[in-house]
């Protein structure tokens, strides 16, 4: 059975920095794809950042230049460095992996807060 525990989230300043962490349960290798989604009260879920193993990171056109996905496979963790963080960045933060799309596994989520 595959865990994944995000950590890292609290409440920031605008301008101000946080990481956030996914760590996995046994070999992240084993994941063709990993990502960070988030959900803002009212909204729908978004993809905010994701990487396929061995490829290059893809953003949301709202994160780019900001934040940056990473996989970290010695230490089983995925990483999301959010800087410039920004209030419309408020949201519960989603870790989210698969070795095939048709079994996605979820992360319980974190919460970022971002004040003005």
């Known amino acids: 059975q595959v865990h994944l525990v995000e950590s890292g989230g609290g409440l920031v300043q605008a301008g101000g920095s946080l990481r956030l962490s996914c760590a996995a349960s046994g070999s992240i290798f084993r994941f063709n794809y990993m990502a960070w989604y988030r959900q803002a009260p009212g909204k729908e879920r978004e993809l905010v950042a994701g990487?396929?193993?061995?490829?290059?990171?893809n953003y949301a056109d709202s994160v780019k230049g900001r934040f940056t996905i990473s996989r970290d496979s010695a230490k089983n963790t995925l990483y999301l460095q959010m800087n410039s963080l920004k209030p419309e960045d408020t949201a519960l933060y989603y870790c989210h992996a698969y070795v095939s799309a048709t079994v996605p596994y979820w992360g319980q989520g974190t919460q970022v807060t971002v004040s003005s």
């Open positions: 990487i396929f193993s061995g490829g290059s990171p």
